[in-house]
């Protein structure tokens, strides 16, 4: 699977059909407007198909087979290893069709072939297996009451989710979300970006291959200002994750508050820091998580380091070392599987990162590499771009760029620099290197984010909940054993006993 060629991947693109139309109900639809919008490869700006605009019937429409689907109870009140089989034939039905859904994907979205192998290859199926055997697995508790009465505390589906997605890593994003929602036994309504609908689109199909029943997943390809809207304000969807910007997360809270309180889960992004303490040894290894922490997935990532805080006496080395990295990222073909960095998402998105260089340039840090579009060749390219003499108030180490950018911010002492973290309403992730355990737990308890990663740049994985303090998100947490309370609520069942 790993072996194909650039030749081999266009062969694969110009083979593909793609799903157009939202599922909804068990069946592809046109949506009841029958609008459609272009769904464009940011590669090349070609158009790659027309999508079904859904709006607020459509959304109606698809919370009405949900509902239908969770009282009619096939799938919710379905004995968990029931649920666990349809769930490792989805992830093996993933796997098999990997090849065909990665390259989909980076034509939808401009990723490299080799992360969109990555995640469609490996993580994603991995969370329906993980989710999938983890809901067997999953008790509820006795409480401690006196032998007049046995109290069972039991946890059950919360009912229809709602599901809005981000466009940065969007099958994985399903998978994070779906793989909870569908163990839990909730049924959903889906809404991936409007950049990138077509892999969640295809996913419907292989779940009812896998054996999901009709109406459990229901896929609404749209805008925000429609679809996502009419998610959001639904009476009858029970909760909502949405992982995405801010501003749109604001409004998720708003929604509930004006129709029926729905729980919202939120993943808001940040804007992270990357700490290197003086004892670090600024080697490699450290070198290249340094560049992918800022520009993994051309830095289109909620935990970008983009805020890279190096002690004033080691900055000229570092510079140095991150520079010659960074020259030698080859940025080009998404299906070249040597590329390591795509074009941005869209033209509006490459224009809002340029637009934050620009304002860089503005305030005062100095451009060593980048700084701007590629100008020999289509597509939603950014060069990256490596700045130095940030200073932490600028635009640039305040707002989220979400583009191949990196800043240094030199400091002189190791609590400046921490305070400097700290000075962010966001929260989301952090990575510090050092060789001294202390200084490494002080900075860990220290930062006030979900996740802090030591001495590498990691996410962690499947098994860690993932999420923001502050304003990067609320209490919710993706992935671990968190993720699938989101999808259950708690029911308290009190027999009483006379005999006792
Ligand atoms: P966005 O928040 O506007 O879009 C994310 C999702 O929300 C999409 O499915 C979109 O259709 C939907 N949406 C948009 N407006 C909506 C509305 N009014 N009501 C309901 N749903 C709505 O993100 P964007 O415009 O695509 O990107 C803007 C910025 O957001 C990025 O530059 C980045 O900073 C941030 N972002 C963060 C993440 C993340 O992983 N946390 C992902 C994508 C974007």
């Known amino acids: ?27 592809y ?49 379905a004995a968990p290893e029931t649920r666990k089989e349809v769930l490792l034939r989805l992830a093996g039905l993933v796997r098999e069709h990997a ?50 009465a046995l109290a069972l505390i039991v946890k059950e589906p919360i009912g229809v989710a709602g599901i809005v997605l981000p466009w940065n890593f969007p099958l994985l994003m399903a998978a994070w979300k779906l793989a909870p929602a569908l163990a839990a036994g909730c049924s959903v309504v889906l809404k991936p970006a409007e950049q990138t609908p077509l892999t969640a689109l295809r996913l419907a199909a292989l779940a009812a291959e896998a054996g ?50 729905k729980p ?34 051309g830095g289109q990532n909620c935990s970008a380091n983009m805020r890279q805080f190096i002690p004033q006496s080691r900055k000229e080395e570092y510079l140095d070392r991150v520079l010659a990295r960074i020259r030698a990222l080859k940025v080009g073909d998404p299906l070249d ?32 590499t980048g700084g701007g579009p590629f100008d020999d060749r289509p597509g939603r390219y950014v060069k990256p771009t490596l700045f130095d003499s940030v200073r932490h108030q600028m635009t640039i180490a305040r707002e989220e760029i979400f583009g191949p950018v990196l800043g240094v911010i030199a400091y002189s002492d190791p609590e400046e620099a921490l305070q400097m973290a700290l000075d962010t309403s966001y929260g989301l992730h952090a990575t510090v290197f050092t060789q001294d355990i202390d200084r490494a737990l002080h900075f860990a308890r220290r930062l006030a984010c979900g996740t802090v990663a030591i001495n590498a740049f990691t996410e962690g994985d499947i098994k860690t909940p993932f999420g923001g303090y502050r304003q990067s998100g609320s209490l919710a947490r993706d992935n671990g054993t968190e993720a699938l309370q989101q999808y259950l609520q708690t029911k308290t069942i009190w027999i009483a006993s006379r005999q006792a």
């Open 1 to 27: 699977m790993l072996n194909e060629t650039t030749t081999d991947y266009r062969a694969i693109a110009a083979s593909l059909s793609f799903p157009v139309d939202a599922y909804i109900g068990g069946r």
């Open 264 to 297: 919202v889960g939120l993943e808001l992004g940040g804007k992270s820091p990357f700490i290197v303490l003086d004892d670090a040894r600024i080697d490699d290894h450290l070198v290249s998580s340094a560049v992918s922490a800022a520009m993994w997935n």
């Open 337 to 368: 599987p040597s590329t390591e960095m795509g074009p941005m998402v869209s033209r509006e998105h490459q224009e809002r990162v340029l637009g934050y260089i620009e304002a860089g340039i503005r305030e005062g840090a100095s451009v060593l």
């Open 29 to 77: 639809q046109p949506a009841k407007s029958g609008k459609r919008f272009d769904n464009v490869n940011p590669a090349t700006d070609e158009v790659l198909c027309a999508v079904a605009s859904c709006d607020a019937d459509d959304v109606d429409a698809a919370a009405a087979a949900a509902r239908k689907a969770f009282d009619a109870g096939e799938w919710s009140r």
């Open 99 to 148: 090849v065909e859904l990665a390259v989909m994907e980076s034509l939808d979205s401009g990723k490299t072939i080799t992360d969109c192998l990555h995640e469609i290859g490996n993580e994603v199926p991995n969370f329906f297996q993980w989710y999938g055997e983890l809901i067997d697995k999953s008790f509820g508790k006795v409480a401690p009451t006196g032998e007049n």
């Open 212 to 261: 999901l029943p009709d109406g459990v997943l229901n896929v609404v390809p749209g805008f925000g200002e429609t679809a996502g809207q009419a998610i959001g304000l639904h009476g009858d969807i029970d909760v909502v994750s949405f992982t995405g910007s801010t501003e749109v997360g604001r409004l998720f809270l708003r929604y509930s508050s004006d129709s029926n309180l």
